[in-house]
């Protein structure tokens, strides 16, 4: 498994833990990174919606947890916007008649810093959820989380 495929899960799972759109985030490096930032935020909030409802959340709770999801859409997005850039350089070196090794372990440092930011942000708003939801709320999302691996097939 690479070390993408590997925060990807983790994003997947910490979505439902989090109520966040950590999982939809990491989406975003697919299927769904064409559509925009409004696009996944749209779909975010509406799984975090259907998770708070879930859970019983107060409206506080719902607050708290909207600026921990908006937090990590900003982070995905810085996170696109600089693969991006590394790949638009590794593309127009490739293109050259000698390949400079210096922009490929830019690139690759690029990324790993970026994943290395995201981790431990996803660790953060993890923290921050669990001490924002109450132990009974906790227990509903590890169940929730349980039965969506159960259900999953995605990465097999």
């Given at each position: 498994m690479t070390r993408l495929t590997?925060?990807?899960?983790v994003s997947a799972l910490a979505v439902l833990l989090s109520g966040t759109v950590i999982g939809l985030a990491g989406f975003g490096f697919g299927r769904f990174h064409c559509h925009g930032q409004k696009f996944m935020k749209k779909i975010?909030?509406?799984h975090v919606e259907e998770v708070m409802d879930k859970i019983d959340a107060t409206p506080?709770?719902?607050?708290?947890v909207s600026a921990m999801e908006d937090k990590l859409?900003?982070?995905?997005?810085a996170i696109r916007?600089?693969?991006r850039d590394s790949l638009a350089k590794v593309a127009e070196q490739f293109?050259?008649?000698t390949m400079d090794a210096s922009v490929l372990d830019a690139a690759k440092a690029q990324n790993?810093?970026?994943l290395e930011q995201v981790q431990g942000d996803i660790r953060q708003s993890l923290q921050e959820l669990h001490d924002v939801l109450t132990p009974a709320q906790r227990q509903q999302l590890a169940t929730?989380?349980?039965?969506?691996?159960a259900e999953s097939d995605c990465g097999e």
């Open positions: 590997s925060v990807l899960k975010a909030d509406a506080d709770q719902g607050q708290k859409i900003a982070d995905f997005k916007t600089a693969h293109g050259q008649d790993q810093q970026s929730l989380v349980k039965g969506h691996l």
